[in-house]
């Protein structure tokens, strides 16, 4: 058992596939003689050369595209883009072939790949280099999208999303990679897709989130306990699937819910989670589900620790939720 | 079709170069600058060196979160400035061309404003440092997804031809940028167009890490010019004469009617890639210390001392001015003030939707409280 933080623990789970298959192969911008932009491919070109490990040309659409090939061909490929932002000149390949490689060829066609890309706001980056893209991907069938917010789930969930059988979009925030440090087992162990992980456990009200917003919805919870109130966390880990079966149940046992994340509010995943509350389990509810998002602005530079949801406004949200 | 310029042959094995590493006029043509022009180019020179120092400073001092080095890239950057017409040609630039921009006549305060978000800012404190732009001058504001520039650099030549105004379009990128499906779209379109756009690639051999042999199975960037129908031109991008000279007989070129060209500048930078890189990762010092030796500024200082236009009393008066004006502009920017929270709700539309109108209030009940 080793203390580390989100991005040793990715660049050790990269690792760990890596030499447990010689199928898994990394591409990127960076990721090879400098070992990523944030060092999460540290070590690993040194480690399996750089026919496993490729400095791609700076090409989102190459990269993207090539790791569709790569895994209908019988790779397992790890493709990094640089900045979840930049995904957008590699959006077609992502979209148009990725996504629908094993439904338009009838399943005669696979693309088992991972693209990982750190997203999220709070390293002052300016709209370029904050955004959380992830409704996108989740608008988008036949891909999976993953959000990871600690250093035991990254491993856990990468380790699944390179054994998955069909494309991962696998969201890591960039402001939580050094963040905090953590014991993460050095055994292989894996985490499922569509599987909700209880942060903290209360009968007042549900509070459900997912990546970069992680600190700010620990810390409004931590606030609330100490006025008596015992929120019910959960951090939904995986989008696409997500864990109904676990949100439904809390709501239904809490009768009020709070949706916290940092993307734009306007068509976002927390819209998707309160509308499939509100219709599901309208009856069980004591106040209208709420959500807590991002601006329906770019994500500006000056106010970037004022973009994402502040504790202050989850509390205030909060008060709304509770007193209604 | 690929028409030469005058003096110019594109594709030439060897980058064009007018002035030797002693300082030498190789030229086989007669330097036709006065004496004011040359200093000018000099002082263009020091001043984007002397603001790359100061950019750099705010960010290792804290007031500013990012810097990204310009340093071995004066040469082309001030020949462009000195070779479009100012405030009436357009210019794409990318995030290294600060000194370019502030050779066009940005003032350095606003340079300084867009890196610190200050209300002096024209951008309003949207976008990170090394994100400047000037509507006034032309000069469209920098965008950081690399090669995202070209299409619309390419349809502002376009538009330029349809509208005839005479005006060129000069757009900048890395060499990196050349592998982006934007770019190729952009370079083809403008190509098919005949559309007056120079296009000039600021090659300095890395991506971050990624060196051109990785970027590339070209020979070199100029060569991927012939497929599109265009010349492309070699050039000692840290020759600023040189750079001069080829700017002034292509952009002159493309502004009467002979289409699109490519210009693969070479320049190093000093720098690592940006204040969040470590540049000994993926090069070694040696490699840097080489291409100081040919080092844009002291090449041409070599070459003004040689014509009696250098000494030492005008290089420390030249420093000792820009200096002053530097850190008059610096003050003036921070003097500014902070951008006001709110106005990150401003200008995503021409005028805010209910959202924007919903929430820039939740944000002011927020700070209120
Ligand atoms: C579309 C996109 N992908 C990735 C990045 C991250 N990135 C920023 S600069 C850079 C390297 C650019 O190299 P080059 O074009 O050669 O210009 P240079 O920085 O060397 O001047 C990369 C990969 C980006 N900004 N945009």
Redesign the interface.
């Given at each position: 058992m080793a203390t580390m933080t989100l991005v040793q623990a990715i660049a050790r789970t990269l690792d760990e596939e890596m030499a447990r298959d010689d199928a898994v192969v990394v591409l990127g911008?960076?990721v090879?003689?400098?070992?990523g932009?944030f060092l999460a491919t540290e070590g690993l070109q040194q480690k399996y050369g750089p026919d496993r490990v490729i400095?791609?040309?700076?090409?989102?659409?190459?990269i993207i595209g090539a790791a569709v090939g790569m895994a209908a061909h019988g790779l397992r490929p790890v493709a990094e883009i640089q900045f979840a932002?930049?995904v957008?000149?590699g959006f077609d390949q992502l979209v148009s072939q990725a996504a629908k490689l094993r439904y338009r060829s009838g399943a005669q066609f696979t693309a088992p790949m991972v693209v990982r890309m750190p997203s999220g706001g709070g390293v002052?980056?300016?709209?370029?280099?904050s955004q959380s893209p992830e409704a996108h991907f989740v608008h988008t069938a036949g891909l999976k999208v993953v959000v990871v917010s600690t250093p035991y789930d990254a491993k856990g969930l990468l380790k699944t999303a390179i054994r998955d059988d069909d494309p991962v979009v696998f969201m890591e925030p960039k402001r939580l990679y050094r963040a905090v440090k953590e014991e993460v087992p050095d055994e292989d162990y894996t985490i499922p897709l569509g599987q909700a992980a209880v942060r903290r456990e209360g009968d007042d009200l549900t509070l459900i989130y997912y990546g970069t917003v992680a600190p700010e919805v620990l810390q409004a919870a931590d606030e609330l306990e100490k006025v008596g109130i015992r929120p019910h966390v959960l951090d939904l880990r995986s989008l696409m699937p997500w864990d109904k079966e676990a949100v439904l149940e809390a709501v239904s046992r809490t009768g009020r819910v709070m949706i916290v994340a940092d993307a734009p509010?306007?068509a976002s995943f927390a819209s998707e989670v309160a509308a499939t509350i509100a219709e599901e389990v309208l009856d069980q509810l004591e106040a209208p589900p709420v959500r807590v998002t991002g601006?329906?602005?770019?994500y500006?530079?000056?106010?970037d620790k004022?973009?994402m949801p502040?504790v202050?406004?989850i509390l205030?949200a909060t008060k709304k939720v509770l007193d209604y | 079709m690929i028409k030469d310029t005058q003096r110019f042959k594109p594709f030439t094995r060897d980058p064009i170069a007018l002035v030797n590493e002693h300082g030498e006029w190789i030229g086989s043509f007669d330097l036709d600058l006065d004496d004011d022009q040359l200093r000018t180019l000099y002082r263009d020179m020091v001043a984007a060196r002397l603001l790359d120092e100061r950019l750099l400073l705010l960010q290792r001092s804290g007031k500013s979160?990012?810097a990204m080095e310009a340093a071995g890239h004066e040469g082309i950057q001030i020949a462009i400035a000195h070779t479009v017409k100012r405030g009436f040609d357009w210019l794409f630039p990318y995030y290294r061309d600060h000194g370019m921009l502030l050779a066009l006549g940005v003032p350095a305060l606003e340079i300084f404003a867009e890196t610190l978000?200050t209300k002096a800012d024209p951008a309003k404190?949207?976008?990170?440092p090394n994100?400047p732009g000037s509507k006034k001058l032309n000069a469209f504001t920098v965008?950081?997804?690399?090669?995202?520039h070209i299409p619309p650099a390419a349809g502002a030549a376009i538009s330029a031809k349809i509208q005839n105004t005479g005006q060129v379009v000069v757009t900048t990128f890395g060499d990196?940028?050349t592998?982006?499906?934007?770019w190729h779209a952009g370079v083809n379109f403008a190509a098919a167009q005949g559309a007056p756009a120079v296009f000039v690639v600021e090659n300095n051999r890395y991506?971050?890490?990624?060196d051109l042999q990785?970027?590339?199975g070209s020979e070199n960037l100029a060569v991927k010019a012939k497929a599109y129908g265009m010349p492309g031109y070699y050039l000692d991008g840290m020759d600023v004469l040189a750079s001069y000279y080829v700017m002034q007989e292509v952009i002159e070129r493309t502004r009467v009617g002979a289409g699109p060209a490519l210009v693969e500048a070479v320049v190093y930078r000093y720098g690592p890639h940006s204040s969040?890189?470590d540049d000994r990762?993926?090069r070694p010092k040696e490699e840097v210390e080489h291409w100081k030796q040919r080092d844009p500024i002291e090449r041409y200082r070599k070459f003004l001392a040689g014509r009696s236009l250098w000494d030492e009393a005008w290089e420390a008066e030249l420093r000792e001015e820009i200096g002053t004006e530097l850190a008059r502009a610096l003050e003036e920017a921070e003097a500014a003030g902070?951008?006001p929270?709110v106005?990150?709700?401003d200008d995503?539309y021409a005028e805010p939707?209910w959202?924007?109108v919903e929430?820039r209030r939740?944000?002011e009940?927020?700070l209120g409280?």
């Open positions: 911008e960076d090879g003689k400098r070992g932009v400095d791609t040309p700076l090409s989102e659409a190459a932002d930049y957008f000149p002052k980056g300016g709209h370029h280099h509010r306007h601006f329906d602005t770019p500006p530079y000056a106010q004022l973009y502040t202050t406004r205030n | 979160s990012f978000a404190g949207r976008q990170m994100h965008a950081s997804p690399i090669a995202s990196g940028a592998s982006e499906g934007d991506a971050i890490s990624v990785k970027q590339t969040a890189d990762l993926y902070p951008v929270e106005w990150m709700f995503v939707l959202p924007q929430q939740l944000l009940e927020e409280a």
